[in-house]
């Protein structure tokens, strides 16, 4: 007998959407690249940007509710609720998993709660995904007018909220960020591990945060299509969005002001996306020159991990020796 689709355990996890990245594929299957080593290489979308289990939920501490409320004490009290309704979901699985049963029904029960604990997070972001997935289709086509519906734009900012903070690259920083507070004060009380080991939850709340405060704070962003209509396209990495604005481009041990906020998307080869508070672009469709994108490039480059994703070799290879440079740079000043 078959198993059920629904009862089967999704191992591979993408933390950006292969959808995504089949814009940057001459054959809408296979990609140039770099590698974890440095290398260059092309091969199929559907390995990349992915890690096993990468959302699975993991068994949270009696203390964890009340470290995710203090982590997050500034949020709004909508949000508040919001974040309650997630971790209370999680938090009921994790009773079904520990709640005494007959022994002839224990195997049952553990199998649904395997599936539960491995899909249920990237069964949501897949969710997140759908919902954007017709206003992302628009603006790669060029059509601002997609975000002038309030649903669609809702829809497309908690998107970019959680592609922010869904990736390996956000989750290692942010850890790394903890390890690093929990050294200079010398003992956090456990504090650091016990995120770091709920990281799946913290990042997702994260996202979620960013969405909405793009939403409700809309009227201090402006909301930049951005046309390449040069030689070069944009590229795009295993952090797709990053703060390009001039004093978020130095490496440092602190975030950003909040006026220091031009988030970049680059949507396609020839399309991008700006959320910005700086006058480096006005509201609504604007073309860019080819300075403009061999910047953006540049920093897409810097705030990935591992991989850059291109259209050509050898722009995978102009642009592989500045990967992963920004966390090399925060890093050398720690130390």
């Given at each position: 007998?078959?198993?059920?689709?629904?009862?089967?355990?999704?191992?591979?996890h993408?933390?950006?959407?292969?959808?995504?990245?089949?814009?940057?594929?001459?054959?809408r299957?296979?990609?140039?690249?770099?590698?974890?080593?440095?290398?260059?290489?092309?091969?199929?979308?559907?390995g990349?940007?992915?890690?096993?289990?990468?959302?699975?939920?993991?068994?949270?501490?009696?203390?964890?509710?009340?470290?995710?409320?203090?982590?997050?004490?500034?949020?709004?009290?909508?949000?508040?609720?919001?974040?309650?309704?997630?971790?209370?979901?999680?938090?009921?699985?994790?009773?079904?998993?520990?709640?005494?049963?007959?022994?002839?029904?224990?195997?049952?029960?553990?199998?649904?709660?395997k599936?539960?604990?491995c899909?249920?997070?990237?069964?949501?972001?897949?969710?997140?995904?759908?919902?954007?997935?017709?206003?992302?289709?628009?603006?790669?086509?060029?059509?601002?007018?997609?975000?002038?519906?309030?649903?669609?734009?809702?829809?497309?900012?908690?998107?970019?909220?959680?592609?922010?903070?869904?990736?390996?690259?956000?989750?290692?920083?942010?850890?790394?960020?903890?390890?690093?507070?929990?050294?200079?004060?010398?003992h956090?009380?456990?504090?650091?591990?016990?995120?770091?080991?709920?990281?799946?939850?913290?990042?997702?709340?994260?996202?979620?945060?960013?969405?909405?405060?793009?939403?409700?704070?809309?009227?201090?962003?402006?909301?930049?299509?951005?046309?390449?209509v040069?030689?070069?396209?944009?590229?795009?990495?295993?952090?797709?969005?990053v703060?390009?604005?001039?004093?978020?481009?130095?490496?440092?041990?602190?975030?950003?002001?909040?006026?220091?906020?031009?988030?970049?998307?680059?949507?396609?080869?020839?399309?991008?996306?700006?959320?910005n508070?700086?006058?480096?672009?006005?509201?609504?469709?604007?073309?860019?020159?080819?300075d403009?994108?061999?910047?953006?490039?540049?920093?897409?480059?810097?705030?990935?991990?591992?991989?850059?994703?291109?259209?050509?070799?050898?722009?995978?290879?102009?642009?592989?020796?500045?990967?992963?440079?920004?966390?090399?740079?925060?890093?050398?000043?720690?130390?």
């Amino acid at each position: 007998m078959t198993s059920s689709k629904h009862l089967e355990i999704k191992r591979n996890h993408h933390y950006v959407m292969a959808e995504h990245l089949r814009r940057w594929c001459p054959d809408r299957k296979n990609i140039w690249y770099t590698t974890p080593k440095g290398k260059v290489a092309y091969d199929s979308v559907k390995g990349l940007a992915k890690q096993e289990f990468f959302y699975k939920a993991t068994i949270l501490p009696p203390h964890f509710p009340s470290m995710v409320k203090l982590l997050f004490r500034n949020s709004s009290p909508e949000l508040k609720k919001q974040q309650e309704r997630e971790l209370e979901t999680y938090l009921k699985i994790q009773l079904l998993h520990q709640l005494p049963i007959m022994k002839q029904n224990a195997e049952e029960r553990d199998a649904s709660v395997k599936v539960l604990m491995c899909n249920s997070l990237e069964n949501t972001h897949a969710h997140i995904e759908r919902d954007a997935r017709s206003v992302i289709n628009s603006l790669a086509k060029g059509d601002f007018k997609a975000l002038s519906n309030r649903e669609n734009l809702l829809n497309f900012l908690v998107y970019f909220g959680h592609q922010i903070t869904r990736t390996r690259a956000f989750k290692d920083k942010g850890i790394a960020s903890l390890e690093a507070v929990r050294k200079e004060v010398g003992h956090d009380h456990g504090i650091a591990e016990t995120l770091s080991d709920g990281w799946w939850f913290v990042s997702f709340i994260f996202g979620m945060n960013i969405g909405w405060s793009l939403y409700v704070n809309r009227e201090a962003y402006k909301h930049c299509l951005l046309l390449n209509v040069g030689e070069e396209d944009f590229i795009t990495s295993d952090q797709p969005i990053v703060n390009i604005h001039p004093m978020a481009a130095r490496a440092s041990l602190t975030a950003p002001d909040d006026d220091a906020c031009d988030f970049f998307y680059a949507i396609t080869p020839r399309v991008g996306f700006a959320i910005n508070k700086s006058n480096a672009f006005s509201e609504g469709v604007s073309e860019v020159s080819e300075d403009f994108v061999s910047r953006a490039n540049a920093e897409i480059a810097k705030h990935s991990q591992f991989n850059i994703f291109t259209t050509s070799e050898i722009q995978a290879r102009t642009y592989r020796k500045l990967v992963n440079l920004r966390a090399k740079e925060i890093s050398s000043l720690r130390d």
